[in-house]
């Protein structure tokens, strides 16, 4: 991926996500939105990336039904996207 480019990461919109960069000064949040494909739910994020090397994206997902009474006992999601810029 070079600098300048864009990054977007497309997840499951049936969790509450948190998305964190390990070097967060190399990734800008362009938009943020929801949207569907073939039936599915999505949360869609755009980035522009900002700075040259490694640097992981993690997104920590807590599944919606969580917040019901009472709520169910489905894991926490997490994904470790690793990105290489130049």
Same mark, same amino acid.
């Given at each position: 991926m070079s600098v300048g480019g864009e990054l977007r990461v497309? *997840?499951?919109?049936? !969790? @509450? /996500?948190?998305?964190?960069s390990n070097k967060p !000064?190399?990734?800008k949040l362009k938009s943020a939105s929801s949207g569907s494909i073939g039936g !599915? &739910?999505?949360k869609? /994020?755009?980035? &522009?990336v900002l700075e @040259?090397?490694?640097?992981?994206?993690?997104?920590?997902? &807590?599944p919606l039904c969580r917040q019901d009474v009472p709520p169910c006992s489905l894991?926490? *999601?997490?994904?470790?996207f690793t990105i290489d810029s130049h």
């Open positions: 497309v *997840l499951p919109a049936n !969790s @509450t /996500w948190n998305l964190a !000064s190399a990734l !599915s &739910d999505l869609i /994020w755009m980035f &522009d @040259t090397g490694r640097f992981v994206l993690r997104a920590t997902g &807590d894991p926490t *999601l997490e994904y470790n």
